[in-house]
């Protein structure tokens, strides 16, 4: 997985794990500018948006059609679905 902009700071992995526990926890509840505004702790949108990009990359979350973060990962349903030609990842 390779992140589309020059990062200059990563994340901490305490915050990485606190922003998926978030997601995980409130799937489907936010579009991803109100997950921002809504964590526990206050972090830059920048920040938030290398998570956000390792996310989505790695498979554990995606946007419906109407933008909202919903957290997929399942190893064992991601398995079963990826096996299948006529479905894909965005």
């Known amino acids: 997985m390779q992140l589309t902009r020059e990062v ?3 994340p901490q992995l305490d915050t990485v794990l606190m ?10 509840e936010y579009k991803k500018r109100r997950l ?4 526990p702790r206050k972090m ?3 920040t938030f948006c290398v998570i956000f990009e ?3 990359g790695s498979g554990k ?3 419906d ?3 909202y973060v919903v957290w997929i990962w399942n190893p064992e349903i991601v398995k079963k679905y990826m096996s299948k030609p ?5």
């Open 54 to 56: 390792y996310l989505m």
């Open 44 to 46: 830059m949108y920048q």
């Open 8 to 10: 200059l700071h990563y």
């Open 86 to 90: 006529h479905l894909w990842l965005k």
């Open 61 to 63: 979350i995606v946007t």
């Open 19 to 28: 922003v998926e526990e978030f997601i995980r926890k409130n799937s489907g």
């Open 36 to 39: 921002w505004e809504n964590l």
């Open 65 to 67: 059609r109407k933008g």
